[in-house]
């Protein structure tokens, strides 16, 4: 499956902020990563701050831009608002919410448990990472997979943290995917409205 694979850091450099996942402290710097950073002049256009709004929400949630679009359509068919649609869908993937509800430590490690057949919905093995949850849908670790120390020690460095539209049952390692997140629920730093524009364009 296609996916970012270039350096973590760089990216995070770009925004000020670990959007690839990963406590890595950033170090602060007043010039773009690279080897010219120090001589590069950023854009101020119109366009070029829309772009880095988008590219951000993409490297954040870990898709490309032919699904990206995809979800934007998506989202667009939908009532209501198109960029806080865009962030709903984007929260329902599969892979994100597997990393929401603490079962891997970033969303790169829960798109490979889901590639990899440790993870189910509704009581079957899937291993789509953009599959698109409803709510009431039940996601699980399959039963063979939750001794995999990589699960047992991101749940541990859960902590409290817990989302409105999830629900989690430590016993039996099982989540439930309640509703769509309100827009004022979801942490991302993202200005989807950029977006929006963007691709209205």
């Known amino acids: 499956m296609a996916r970012y694979t270039g350096p973590k850091l760089k990216v995070s450099r770009k925004f000020g902020e670990p959007v690839l996942g990963g406590g890595k402290a950033l170090q602060k710097k007043n010039y773009p990563p690279g080897m010219h950073g120090k001589n590069k002049k ?12 988008k590219q951000k929400a993409k490297y954040t949630y ?49 798109r490979q448990l889901v590639q990899h057949k440790h993870v189910t919905v509704n009581g079957k093995v899937v291993t789509i990472p953009s599959f698109s949850l409803r709510p009431g849908d039940i996601i699980g670790v399959r039963e063979r997979s939750k001794s995999l120390e990589v699960i047992s020690d991101s749940l541990t460095g859960r902590g409290s943290k817990k989302f409105s539209w999830l629900e989690w049952d430590n016993a039996t390692l099982t989540g439930k995917f309640v509703t769509f997140p309100q827009r004022e629920e979801i942490p991302e730093n993202i200005q989807e409205q950029l977006i929006v524009e963007l691709y209205s364009k």
């Open 62 to 110: 870990g898709v490309l831009e032919r699904q990206f679009r995809k979800t934007f359509e998506n989202a667009a068919r939908k009532g209501g608002i198109t960029g806080e649609n865009l962030l709903k869908l984007l929260e329902a993937r599969l892979d994100n919410t597997v990393y929401r509800l603490g079962v891997a430590s970033t969303r790169r490690a829960a």
């Open 42 to 53: 950023r854009k101020s256009s119109e366009y070029a701050t829309q772009l880095q709004a």
